[in-house]
């Protein structure tokens, strides 16, 4: 069961959790965004490359992954906040966030796709462990949720995804 995948290539779910990549350059320029209700909910990225490792190790160790279900994440979840406001950081940004009750932030947005993934990964906002796949499978996550998105981001900048 995995978190949501990042790494480069991919269009990563965003602070606001849905996958409007143009947030990122909103941050990157020091624009404001707009987050719902407080930015308390969590979101749980993990590499492409550790979901992978999670499979590997299952294959290889086939009798103890037998019957089991493992959490394909990384280490740690984090904020929509707090994720907001790294990325804030990776870009030299001052922070220029603003909440927006959850009514009013779906007023804001308008994307009817965007509004409904960012309602139903607010509304599970997750925190997934690890803990049975490092017992079992001796699963460790070689990337952490920072390293993830700044890899993932800097692809996007390094591809002029923003200039299109």
Sequence with gaps: MPGQISG???VIMNPTANHDYWIFDKIRRGQEIALPNFGMETLHHVHADDVSQVFFKAITRRKAALGESFHAVGAESITL???AQAMYR????EENIKFLPWDEWCS????KEYIDRTYYHIVR???FSIEKGK???EYYSRHTLLETVEESV???VEQKWFEM
């Design 8 to 10: 480069p290539g991919w």
């Design 81 to 83: 906040l707090g994720y």
């Design 90 to 93: 990776y870009f030299g940004q």
């Design 108 to 111: 804001y947005t308008k994307d």
């Design 125 to 127: 906002s997750g925190y």
């Design 135 to 137: 017992r079992l499978l």
């Design 154 to 156: 800097a692809y996007m």
